[in-house]
């Protein structure tokens, strides 16, 4: 698994399953009714980019 | 919330109220799995076949990708019906899918029973 190909596709992979759990988290909430206000809902969506981002780069360093 | 709307077996309603509750037991053991592997300093191949030599483990892995793959042909049914029109070459695309999954769901009960 040293092959950088293989941990590109794995990469790609892991932030696909994080981006989609965190932004499913988000639209419970938003089911819920709570940070349906525009603002907010606008700051949780730039929110959820940014920490599915941020948890992939960590799990880079853990493949 | 109106509640009659979930007596129709495969409306929209009942296909929602699966979407939530099957992504719930999904967050659920994607966090536990999740914390038991970092949890370990090493983990390595060992860990892993002791990990999955559990039967709790096997049985709840088993029911993730099922709710998984449930989970998933709800939403390319809808992604198929917002974005292809026509309805026999909708029809044949959610059959490939189907074949997919049924065909993944052969090959993980190899691997968990077998």
Redesign the interface.
């Given at each position: 698994m040293d092959s950088w190909l293989i941990k590109s596709i794995e990469v790609i992979f892991i932030w696909a399953l994080l981006h989609h759990?965190i932004a499913?988290?988000r639209h419970?909430l938003l089911?819920f009714q709570i940070g349906t206000d525009l603002i907010v809902a606008r700051l949780s969506s730039k929110t959820v980019l940014i920490v599915s981002f941020m948890l992939t780069a960590l799990s880079v360093n853990?493949i | 919330m109106n509640f009659n709307l979930l007596k129709e077996p495969f409306g929209g309603m009942t296909q929602w109220i699966y979407q939530?509750f099957t992504?719930?037991f999904m967050?659920i053991y994607?966090l536990a799995i999740g914390i038991l592997i970092?949890s370990h300093s090493t983990f390595d191949y060992s860990s892993w076949t002791y990990l999955f030599d559990s039967f709790f483990v096997k049985i709840s892995t088993f029911i993730f990708f099922c709710l998984m793959f449930f989970h998933a042909w709800i939403g390319i049914l809808h992604v198929t019906e917002d974005y292809i029109k026509c309805s026999s070459i909708r029809r044949s695309i959610n059959f490939c899918f189907f074949l997919a999954i049924v065909f993944q769901l052969f090959i993980l009960s190899y691997y968990l029973i077998g």
């Open positions: 759990l499913g988290l419970l089911d853990w | 939530r992504a719930l967050t994607f970092i």
